[in-house]
């Protein structure tokens, strides 16, 4: 007897291919072009343009857009026009960043490579800048091993190290709000050294642990975190998620009303996961790596206004300020040195002190020689519902030094290897 | 420990209502259609935006109501201008298309709202805890619930007692019958389309009450949805119910236990469930 379904029924077979194909659209990519002359110094930004750090990957190409356009506009590197060349290595796909990066040295030519937002993708970039001998600064992947044990002489990196944002904060938090802390930690080398970090600094001060559960990236129902936390009853819940992972868990922790109950905080926060809270889950203590309103410091409102004109009105974060200054500080030891040689480049720019034009912070930030981390300021404070502006919404309690939040050079793990 | 089970388990139903309410959109799509809805999450997210851009005129409650219509029209329209060329094709058509149409959708929302996630607020009186020990049961959990429960009554209602249900469930048992019997499949495969995306529009503002809403948003929920289908059996749409109930709940009990795996036991569950009865829990043996 003939079955009775559907003339155009699908197979369960279909609908499983169907939910592999889904899960393989996380890791597919636009194709990401730009005009270009041969005889231009290039630099070639290697950061995800979709997923869940598309934004930040967005905000940080701007920021190198906008350097571009002011050094084009002083007369270039070395006399010669400088762009941009962008490949987006989506967000968690390491083998995609891996092979736009190798395109971009290989066949593009880049002079200098800038990236990643990922922590695992900006390690496996250096690796390959490594191996092509290319200069590369880090734009925004935090893990300690960056600058670390996996560091390379001609890697540099502009963000924090996370093991300097959970030292800048954590005897604020031990001594304000308690020595009890419980961690809701994302699930990846990001998160990991984060917890580390906090563990190293709870350790030291004598603080109890009292739990920590790993979330995988991308979670979105962070509720039962949330209750076990609640449970452990802890002075400090931590949270040390990013992006619309950060978001995701604070709106659900307010919403469960643990603000009520416990002091919420964590280690890096940023401008774009507050602007997406509702006002009341714009909580806690955490560290910002750089702000937009810091009364006193030379040339920040010129590069606020900048970045204006391009976001729609839009002030800059962290992310702008990484990319302007990767892109600033290859130009300006290029002019400095007179070449492009990266090996010459990588050695002018140990302990490279970034212009106040560029630097944008006080206590002069620099690249340490023998990690090449940047040293820059750090911010510590509270996320605030509103501020004098729509746009501040965070209130900066204290500046703390990196040089102060660092761990030593010998301590980092990092032996840099030069090439003979 | 049992309590914190306890807690988790409850918790979990909750969640799972919620990936039911947006399974049970693209099962009735599929049952009838055969079209796989990759665009679903899409959908989702223009509920959850579009909530978002009418909630300063007309308010949380006035954008619950209107945002899952507005967003059916647009499914409506979507399935009259693209989704209905690839009727009767291989399947594999549809889901090439609904998998741009998703790209689109995404794209879409990112070129009109930004990639940002924006800020969307909920009633007050119902972003708090309603008790003290129960802490998890915030207002607005418990409305979404009520709400999840009584769509699908609605639902069900419609599908068992409107002659629209009737031709909607005679067409996904045999589609070719109904079409002889002078019922106009094109009007009826359209309706069905938008009802589903009326589900998914409905979803989406629950889900943005709960959730950061940016462009991917619906990207990250539509997998837990095709796994509630394929383990409550495809065909079912009490079966998608119960999948969905039960994988929120085995997601929730496991982060008890191992945290890390919260969201890979879901899969490990689909696996299961196609080794030892691969129609399905509820799935009708030999449909599809």
């Known amino acids: 007897m003939k079955s009775s379904k559907s003339p155009h029924s699908t197979s369960r077979r279909q609908i499983i291919k169907g939910a592999a194909a889904a899960g393989l659209a996380q890791i597919a990519s636009p194709f990401v072009w730009s005009a270009r002359a041969a005889d231009n110094v290039k630099f070639g930004l290697d950061n995800p343009l979709t997923g869940v750090y598309a934004e930040l990957g967005k905000n940080e190409q701007i920021g190198c857009e906008l350097a571009i356009a002011e050094i084009n506009a002083k007369g270039g590197i070395l006399g010669r026009q400088v762009e941009l060349l962008v490949e987006d290595s989506t967000s968690a796909d390491t083998g995609t960043a891996v092979q736009k990066g190798r395109k971009l040295i290989e066949r593009d030519k880049v002079d200098f490579l800038l990236g990643n937002v990922n922590s695992a993708m900006a390690i496996a970039l250096g690796d390959l800048s490594n191996e092509l001998k290319t200069l590369q600064i880090v734009t925004g992947g935090h893990t300690d091993s960056v600058t670390g044990t996996d560091c390379h002489w001609n890697v540099f990196r502009v963000c924090n190290t996370t093991r300097m944002e959970t030292n800048a904060v954590a005897k604020t938090l031990f001594d304000k709000y308690g020595k009890k802390w419980y961690f809701i930690t994302p699930d990846y080398a990001f998160g990991h050294t984060l917890q580390q970090g906090f563990e190293a600094s709870l350790k030291e001060f004598g603080g109890t642990e009292l739990g920590a559960d790993l979330s995988p990236l991308g979670t979105t129902d962070y509720s039962a975190y949330l209750i076990k936390a609640q449970a452990a009853n802890p002075d400090v819940i931590i949270l040390l998620q990013a992006g619309d992972d950060a978001v995701n868990v604070l709106k659900q922790a307010v919403q469960f009303g643990l603000d009520k109950k416990f002091h919420i905080a964590g280690a890096q926060q940023e401008l774009e996961v507050l602007n997406g809270l509702p006002p009341n889950a714009r909580i806690g203590t955490w560290v910002f790596e750089w702000y937009w309103k810091q009364p006193g410091v030379p040339h920040l409102d010129e590069f606020v206004s900048a970045i204006r004109k391009r976001t729609g009105g839009k002030v800059p974060t962290a992310r702008h300020w990484f990319g302007h200054v990767a892109v600033w500080s290859c130009a300006l030891v290029a002019n400095q040195e007179k070449t492009l040689d990266a090996v010459k480049l990588a050695k002018a720019l140990e302990n490279f002190k970034l212009p106040p034009e560029v630097a944008l912070m006080p206590n002069d930030p620099f690249y340490r020689a023998g990690d090449h981390q940047l040293m820059p300021s750090l911010y510590v404070g509270e996320a605030m519902e509103h501020g004098a502006e729509p746009e501040d919404l965070f209130h900066v309690s204290q500046v703390v030094k990196g040089t102060d939040a660092a761990l030593p050079v010998a301590d980092t793990g990092c032996h840099l290897k030069w090439p003979t | ?288």
């Open chain 2, 1 to 288: 420990m049992t309590q914190l089970v306890l807690f988790n388990l409850f918790n979990g139903l909750i969640i799972g209502a919620f990936y039911a309410l947006m399974a049970l959109g693209l099962s009735l799509i599929l049952n009838l259609s055969g079209v796989i809805n990759f665009a679903h999450g899409g959908f989702l997210a223009i509920g959850g935006y579009l909530a978002y851009m009418l909630m300063p005129q007309i308010g949380f409650w006035g954008a619950l109501a209107v945002a899952p219509i507005l967003t059916a029209l647009i499914g409506i329209a979507a399935e009259r201008l693209f989704i209905r060329r690839v009727y009767g094709r291989d399947p594999l058509y549809s889901l090439l298309l609904t998998f741009g149409l998703a790209f689109m959708i995404e794209d879409g929302t990112r070129f009109i709202w930004g990639a940002s996630t924006v800020p969307f607020a909920v009633p007050s009186y119902l972003s708090s805890s309603l008790s003290n020990e129960f802490f998890f049961l915030t207002g607005y959990r418990v409305f979404m619930v009520a709400l999840v429960i009584a769509a699908v009554a609605a639902l069900f209602l419609i599908l068992g007692q409107t002659r629209l249900g009737m031709r909607i469930r005679a067409g996904t048992l045999d589609l070719e019958t109904v079409s002889v019997l002078g019922i106009n499949v094109r009007i009826l495969r359209n309706v069905n389309f938008g009802l589903g995306i009326y589900l998914a529009g409905l979803a989406g503002v629950l889900a943005a009450g709960m959730l950061g809403l940016q462009p991917t948003i619906g990207s990250s929920l539509i997998m837990p949805s095709f796994v509630a289908i394929i383990v409550g059996g495809l065909g079912s749409l009490p079966g998608t119910l119960l999948g969905g109930l039960l994988i929120g709940a085995a997601s929730g009990v496991v982060t008890v236990f191992y945290p890390s795996a919260s969201e890979a036991v879901i899969y490990v569950m689909m696996a299961l469930v196609l080794l030892v009865r691969p129609h399905g829990l509820l799935g009708e043996e030999g449909r599809f």
